[in-house]
């Protein structure tokens, strides 16, 4: 079990983190002390919902809005937070859309969207927060990929080429970042109970998840907290952890 407060005094920015998984990942790392930038794309009041129940909880916490899906406003992002902070020493990497469609009748636009936000931010993101630590030569990088970005999956070519690069670029990026005391890991979830999941055929997915079950984003976030914040995760770097239920073994 990871300590309360590992994060007392670091500070932790989730993009994303207005609902579904970010949200179950920004209270996580409240709950162990961080100071936590909770990103949002449009919804204003969830992310505010988010904040206060942080700083109900005792942590600190901070909404900003930006785009994941374009570099002047991450650049901004990262800009306002190391003004306002002084430091960002935990990346969580969530944002995250789908555009589903068969391959065939998918239309670019769908394609270059789900690519931009969500392999094009990862790597923005990163790279901007990339300098500062590398001077602070401390730092977690969490990158939420999915599943489908290792088994693929039937109209959803756009999401599982955007989630299999993003298992590329941590692995990349982990290698470049290591000397510097800088890890770089992925959570790969399954189906979890989400927005997005919602309107899928339960019956189907669940007969091949061996544990019977969808996940629940806090079970996601408890991957994440650990990977932010539990000392012995200082020695794991370049990884994949699947959240899955054992859907996908390797």
Do not use: H
Not at 140 to 157: D, E, F, H, P
């Amino acid at each position: 079990m990871v300590p309360a407060a590992l994060l007392t005094g670091q500070t932790a920015l989730v993009t994303g983190a207005s609902r579904g998984i970010g949200r179950a990942i920004a209270l996580k790392l409240g709950q162990l002390g961080a100071e936590v930038i909770v990103n949002y794309s449009s919804s204003a009041e969830q992310a505010e919902s988010v904040v206060a129940q942080i700083n109900e909880s005792g942590s600190k916490a901070y909404a900003i809005k930006a785009n994941i899906g374009e570099e002047s406003e991450i650049e901004l992002l990262i800009k306002t937070v190391l003004e306002r902070s002084g430091q960002i020493n935990v990346l969580v990497n969530n944002a995250g859309i789908t555009r589903d469609g068969l391959l065939m009748r998918m239309k670019t636009e769908d394609w270059q969207a789900v690519v931009n936000v969500n392999l094009n931010g990862v790597f923005l993101c990163t790279r901007a927060v990339a300098r500062p630590m590398l001077k602070q030569k401390q730092g977690r990088i969490i990158n939420v990929t999915s599943v489908v970005g290792i088994m693929g999956n039937a109209g959803q070519a756009n999401y599982a080429a955007a989630k299999s690069g993003v298992i590329g670029l941590t692995k990349s990026s982990a290698k470049e970042f290591a000397s510097r005391g800088i890890t770089v890991n992925a959570i790969a979830p399954g189906f979890i109970t989400t927005d997005m999941t919602k309107d899928l055929d339960a019956q189907e997915i669940l007969s091949a998840i061996p544990l019977g079950t969808f996940g629940t984003p806090e079970q996601v976030a408890g991957a994440v907290g650990f990977l932010a914040a539990d000392p012995a995760a200082a020695y794991i770097t370049g990884q994949v952890i699947q959240v899955d239920g054992g859907m996908v073994m390797s």
